[in-house]
Nanobody, 112 residues
Framework: QVQLVESGGGSVQPGGSLRLSCVASGTTFGTFIARWYRQGPGKQRELVAS???????DYADSVKGRFIVSRNNVYKSVFLQMNDLKPEDTGTYYC??????WGQGTQVTVSS
C-alpha cells in the first residue's frame, strides 16, 4: 500500500519560513514526478511546485523566487522550502506522486 506522509506545517508570521517534507513508502520513487499542491480556505486546490526524477523543477507564478522544491530519492522524500511567506500562502499543502497518490495534507497558516 502506497503512503505519502507530509510534515512540517505550522503557523508563522508574514515573511517567515517553513520547510515541508513528504516521505513515500510502498512504491518505487526515483522516476516519478512529485508535486506539491495547496488548497486555501474557500479555494480550489492548486499546483504549487513539481519536480521530476532528475530534478527538473517548475513553480506556480505566485511562489516563484520564494519556494524551492527538492527531493532525495534514496530516502523517497520530497521537500518544499517556503520563504517569505504571505497570508495568501495559507492553506493545506498536499504531496502528490505520479499524479495519482496523495498525502493527507499539512496545514500552513501565515498570519500576524
Amino acid at each position: 500500500q502506497v503512503q505519502l506522509v507530509e510534515s512540517g506545517g505550522g503557523s508563522v508570521q508574514p515573511g517567515g519560513s517553513l520547510r515541508l517534507s513528504c516521505v513515500a513508502s510502498g512504491t518505487t520513487f526515483g522516476t516519478f514526478i512529485a508535486r506539491w499542491y495547496r488548497q486555501g480556505p474557500g479555494k480550489q486546490r492548486e499546483l504549487v511546485a513539481s519536480i521530476t526524477g532528475n530534478d527538473i523543477t517548475d513553480y506556480a507564478d505566485s511562489v516563484k523566487g520564494r519556494f524551492i522544491v527538492s527531493r532525495n530519492n534514496v530516502y523517497k522524500s520530497v521537500f518544499l522550502q517556503m520563504n517569505d511567506l504571505k497570508p495568501e500562502d495559507t492553506g493545506t499543502y498536499y504531496c502528490n506522486l505520479r499524479n495519482y497518490w496523495w498525502g493527507q495534507g499539512t496545514q500552513v497558516t501565515v498570519s500576524s
